[in-house]
Nanobody
C-alpha cells in the first residue's frame, strides 16, 4: 500500500512559478512510476507529467513541455513538479499518482494510488 500527500499549491499570478511536492509512504514507493494529473472544474482529469521509477525517463503533455519539470528523490520518497511561466489555463486541482510499473505513462487508469489533490490557481 502506498499513501500520497501533495503540497505546494496556491495562488500565483500569470508568469509566476510554483513547486508541488508529493510525499509517498510505503517501503516500495521508490520502485513505482509517478505521475501528476490535474482536473479543472467541469473537466475530466488530464495527464500533466510522469517519471519512471529511476527518474531516467520523463513524459509531459504538450502544452506544459518546456514550462514544467518533474523530478523525484527516491531517498525521500518524494516527487516534485516545478511549474514555471504559469498561465490561467493551468488552474486546476493537481493530483499525484503512483503506479506499479517502471516507465512513465499518461494513461490515468494504470495508476494504482492517488493523493487528495492540491489547488493551483493562476490569476491573469
Amino acid at each position: 500500500q502506498v499513501q500520497m500527500v501533495e503540497s505546494g499549491g496556491g495562488l500565483v499570478q500569470a508568469g509566476g512559478s510554483l513547486r508541488l511536492s508529493c510525499a509517498a509512504s510505503g517501503r516500495t514507493a521508490a520502485y513505482y512510476a509517478m505521475g501528476w494529473f490535474r482536473q479543472a472544474p467541469g473537466k475530466e482529469r488530464e495527464f500533466v507529467a510522469a517519471i519512471s521509477w529511476s527518474g531516467g525517463n520523463t513524459q509531459y503533455r504538450d502544452d506544459v513541455n518546456g514550462r514544467f519539470t518533474i523530478s523525484r528523490d527516491n531517498a525521500k520518497n518524494t516527487v516534485y513538479l516545478q511549474m514555471n511561466s504559469l498561465k490561467p489555463e493551468d488552474t486546476a486541482v493537481y493530483y499525484c499518482a503512483a503506479g506499479r510499473f517502471r516507465l512513465p505513462t499518461s494513461e490515468v487508469f494504470k495508476y494504482d494510488y492517488w493523493g487528495q489533490g492540491t489547488q493551483v490557481t493562476v490569476s491573469s
